[in-house]
């Protein structure tokens, strides 16, 4: 894809439907690569849901982690 067809694209694409790379989705978690790889290996529901596209390339919809962080807020007394 040329990077002017990859913009068009891009514009049309919200934000929350961007797909983000393991380091992005961990950054924006505030864990490391390293932590959010390990939480989506041990696979007990504790991590955001991820589409993968082959054993070594995993993405995340940018709503669907801002959602994940929204399912651990904690309500305070």
């Known amino acids: 894809m040329s990077t002017e067809n990859n913009n068009n694209f891009q ?4 934000d929350d439907e961007i797909l983000l790379t393991e380091r992005q989705a961990a950054s924006l978690l505030g864990i490391s690569y390293a932590a ?5 290996r041990r696979g007990k529901g ?3 849901d991820y589409y993968q596209y082959s ?4 993405r995340y919809k940018k709503s669907d982690i801002m959602a994940f962080i929204e399912s651990k807020r ?4």
């Open 11 to 14: 514009e049309k694409v919200s």
């Open 36 to 40: 959010l790889g390990s939480c989506r």
């Open 46 to 48: 504790e991590c955001p």
């Open 55 to 58: 054993s070594k390339v995993i």
């Open 74 to 77: 904690v309500k305070s007394s």
